[in-house]
């Protein structure tokens, strides 16, 4: 059986989630199971960056012992996860001793190769992205993600490791990996950076500046920094570095996909692929790239302070209203402004009189008609799930809107509920016809709106109707 190995990144653990979070693990959802349906055997590694700067200080303004308060954080992530139907393989949490094994036997792979030194660094660092930032990438001295945040002048001694050293890999890769970055539009801004000329990048802090991180090998004063540690989630999940699971290891690597939001493509991109290549590791086969969700024209994040909350919201619509919300109204590949009233007219127009009205009112009229139509062959879905393959999963629940759409005007159309009392026939026909359409549709959604989906194929099944989304 072929495999299909998809992660997202691991969310920072300095606070509980946001919608943001909900539309990367549901869109990397969608295409686990979609390849679940392909008969793929597949892995799905999600989890927690709970190493670090802001997660330290979180838990300190929190007045809460840091290993309890990222138990915590990481509750509320997988609560996230059950509520919106994500269902994942792998809860990475980078406080594991399997991950802290992993880390370790990666950072000492690039070591032997060369490929780290130490020397004194100053520069201007941001909590926030948890990474120093040169004067190129900052916007009125601020930095563009957390312009509210105070950028810290940080002069000290650390570990560095020779990006510098596979620009030109790099490029080469690109050259002959055309699909490596999906949009192109992110590839492009990724081979422009690289073509720009990379530098050699912080991998350490001192101890006593960041108290909370993986202990450097041979040099215990030092803690490793973000990209010897988080990066290396995506492998210690499978067993890298760790005694017994080679074979582990060597079945699921490389990542078919690594699902990550646009701020992130350059780590993902350049600097985790050159880690890679110095540990003599092949490299991801692919990064699909998302937009940011904004709020009032603001890109929503937990530092912002503009933030949705995905379970409140969850509870209040469900939470298959919310995914199916995130699918269809957010552009799979751009950004998007999220509101609550946007959510309530897509609830009320799209889901209630519209998917929800066609399945209560046909079925209303079977059972008028005293018809009993049985389950036809297996639906195909290839129209709606060729747009998952192409990433492109709005476009897929806009087909099934579409279907939706046409199952609606066509009962309008026949006037069935006329039908029914004069040409009981030509109403058993029609009738047949919707009841087809929205086995179609039911199908459809499976790796879609799983929920939603059960739901339809029951009720069709035993002809008895409930409401899908009570109007609010």
């Known amino acids: 059986m072929s495999k299909f190995y998809i992660t997202t990144a691991i969310a920072y653990a300095n606070a509980k989630p946001h919608l943001g979070h909900a539309l990367e693990f549901v869109q990397a959802d969608v295409l686990a199971r979609y390849h679940n349906f392909l008969g793929h055997e597949v892995k799905y590694a999600t989890g927690m960056d709970e190493n670090g700067l802001k997660n330290y200080r979180a838990a300190q303004q929190a007045g809460k012992e840091t290993l309890g308060y990222l138990d915590e954080i990481a509750d509320s992530f997988k609560k996230l996860d059950e509520l919106y139907d994500v269902v994942y393989t792998d809860f990475v949490r980078t406080t594991a001793d399997y991950h802290k094994q992993a880390s370790q036997a990666i950072w000492k792979a690039a070591a032997k190769t060369g490929d780290i030194y130490k020397k004194s660094y100053k520069g201007l660092y941001c909590v926030g992205c948890e990474t120093f930032k040169t004067a190129s990438e900052l916007r009125d001295g601020k930095c563009p993600l957390h312009p509210n945040l105070t950028l810290e002048e940080v002069e000290e001694e650390n570990y560095f490791f020779k990006l510098s050293k596979y620009q030109d890999e790099l490029l080469d890769f690109y050259e002959k990996n055309p699909e490596f970055v999906v949009p192109n539009e992110k590839f492009n801004e990724l081979k422009r950076f690289v073509e720009s000329g990379l530098e050699d990048i912080s991998i350490s802090r001192p ?243 799983p929920g939603t989906s059960r739901r339809i194929l029951q009720q069709l099944k035993t002809l008895k109707p409930e409401p899908l989304f009570p109007r609010k």
């Open 207 to 449: 101890k006593d500046k960041l108290p909370w991180g993986i202990p450097v090998l041979d040099d215990p004063q030092h803690v490793m920094y973000v990209w010897f540690d988080a990066l290396t989630n995506y492998i210690s999940v499978i067993g890298y570095g760790q005694k017994g699971r080679e074979k582990e290891f060597q079945r699921w690597w490389p990542a078919d996909v690594h699902v990550i939001g646009k701020d992130i493509v350059r780590f993902h991109g350049a600097i985790w692929p050159a880690i890679l290549l110095s540990a003599g590791l092949e490299l991801p086969k692919q990064l699909f790239v998302h937009g940011f969700l904004s709020s009032g024209g603001q890109k929503m994040s937990k530092t912002t302070g503009n933030v949705i909350d995905p379970i409140p919201l969850a509870e209040k619509y469900g939470a298959e209203a919310a995914r199916a919300f995130l699918l269809s109204e957010i552009p799979t590949l751009d950004d998007a402004d999220v509101t609550l009233e946007r959510i309530d007219a897509f609830y009320h127009g799209v889901l209630s009189n519209g998917l929800g009205n066609l399945l209560q009112r046909t079925l209303t009229l079977i059972n008028n008609a005293g018809f009993k139509p049985s389950p036809g062959a297996k639906p195909s879905c290839a129209d709606v799930w060729k747009h998952i393959e192409e990433y492109q999963l709005h476009e897929a629940m806009r087909a099934v809107w579409t279907m939706v759409g046409n199952a609606n005007q066509e009962v309008d159309r026949e006037k069935v509920w006329e039908l029914v009392k004069s040409d009981k026939k030509k109403a058993e026909k029609v009738l047949l016809s919707l009841y087809r359409q929205l086995e179609t549709i039911g199908a459809a959604l499976a790796p879609l709106v």
